[in-house]
């Protein structure tokens, strides 16, 4: 039984550290924390992939490892559920998919574990949905929305569109790091303790 985690993102270097790579950057770390193999291409999917196992936090009274694969789309972000095709074929699949992804409505320095949740209009994610015909699985959403920006509903495109692709300052990359730990916890304890356990203890 295998999980599969998804970060999204855009390809390429003129959108590294920008906010919509959010899902992206933090799967990067739960990657480096679990010691996974480095990235390696998957011509076929288009993405990024590392699998290996993940072992249970250590005093946790679980045994034995679970095995997982990791995705970074090389698609752009309205495509990413190209790369994730194929992966969702049972109800039981889907539980298995984790999607991590920036949100619009969560303040920066904030996230929530959900399951069965709509898109929120992140394109990303809208485009999975599609893909594998359900939106009956676990989604990480990592808030980007500074204190001072208006709820996304009441701005148009444009200002969404400059927020999502602006970069991150030195400062809010080291606070991003440090959450990003704290979320890769989340997602080892999602992995080998559960969905419920994980969404109950794991959010800021």
């Given at each position: 039984?295998?999980?599969?985690?998804?970060?999204?993102?855009?390809?390429?270097?003129?959108?590294?550290?920008?906010?919509?790579?959010?899902?992206?950057?933090?799967?990067?770390?739960?990657?480096?924390?679990?010691?996974?193999?480095?990235?390696?291409?998957?011509?076929?999917r288009n993405a990024l992939i590392s699998e290996g196992s993940v072992a249970p936090l250590?005093?946790?009274?679980?045994?034995?490892?679970?095995?997982?694969?990791?995705?970074?789309?090389?698609?752009?972000?309205?495509?990413?559920?190209d790369s994730v095709r194929g992966l969702v074929k049972t109800k039981k699949d889907a539980?298995?998919?984790?999607?991590?992804?920036?949100?619009?409505?969560?303040?920066?320095?904030?996230?929530?574990?959900?399951?069965?949740?709509?898109?929120?209009?992140?394109?990303?994610?809208?485009?999975?949905?599609?893909?594998?015909?359900?939106?009956?699985?676990?989604?990480?959403?990592?808030?980007?929305?500074?204190?001072?920006?208006?709820?996304?509903?009441?701005?148009?495109?444009?200002?969404?569109?400059?927020?999502?692709?602006?970069?991150?300052?030195?400062?809010?990359?080291?606070?991003?790091?440090?959450?990003?730990?704290?979320?890769?916890?989340?997602?080892?304890?999602?992995?080998?303790?559960?969905?419920?356990?994980?969404?109950?203890?794991?959010?800021?």
């Open positions: 039984m295998q999980y599969f985690f998804v970060g999204l993102g855009n390809p390429g270097e003129d959108y590294q550290n920008s906010r919509h790579n959010t899902g992206a950057m933090v799967l990067d770390v739960f990657r480096k924390v679990q010691e996974l193999p480095d990235w390696r291409l998957d011509k076929k250590r005093g946790s009274k679980v045994k034995g490892q679970r095995s997982v694969a990791l995705l970074l789309p090389q698609t752009f972000m309205n495509k990413s559920g539980e298995r998919l984790v999607v991590i992804h920036d949100d619009l409505d969560i303040p920066f320095g904030s996230y929530k574990i959900s399951f069965n949740k709509s898109s929120g209009g992140h394109r990303g994610v809208e485009s999975i949905i599609k893909a594998v015909k359900t939106q009956e699985f676990v989604r990480v959403r990592v808030g980007i929305a500074s204190s001072a920006s208006v709820v996304k509903k009441s701005q148009d495109e444009k200002t969404v569109e400059k927020i999502i692709l602006g970069t991150f300052s030195p400062a809010e990359l080291t606070t991003l790091k440090k959450m990003s730990k704290n979320i890769a916890e989340g997602l080892t304890v999602l992995v080998t303790e559960g969905r419920d356990k994980a969404m109950s203890q794991y959010h800021s």
